[in-house]
């Protein structure tokens, strides 16, 4: 990895902060509907948002984890490359079972 560009996703740094703060607010709204003893389903629903986006925030963050810092280490070879790829496919193991 470059000094310039340590992670993946320093690029869209920007937008997935957005993107999690967006999600912050979904979860603080889910926070207000259970306070507020909204119908079940309605909370459901907005769990189910909240999940969807977060997955969203992972598949990015993955992607560019796999195109950057996997790619570049399999450039390079050797220990490095082989523990990059096992840490992607941990990644990718937990987000399958989540």
Do not use: F, N, W
């Not at 912050?24 to 999940?51: K, N, W």
Request: net charge negative; glycine share 6%.
């Amino acid at each position: 990895m470059d000094e310039a560009s340590p992670h993946g996703y320093s690029h869209a740094k920007e937008a997935h902060l957005k993107r999690l703060r967006r999600i912050e607010g979904q979860v603080r709204g889910l926070q207000r509907m259970v306070d507020e003893d909204q119908y079940c389903i309605d909370v459901l629903t907005q769990v189910s948002a909240a999940t969807k986006a977060l997955q969203q925030v992972a598949l990015g963050l993955l992607e560019e984890h796999l195109s950057h810092c996997v790619v570049d280490a399999a450039r390079r070879g050797g220990p490095e490359a082989e523990e990059k790829v096992r840490e992607a496919s941990d990644a990718i193991a937990r987000l399958v079972r989540s």
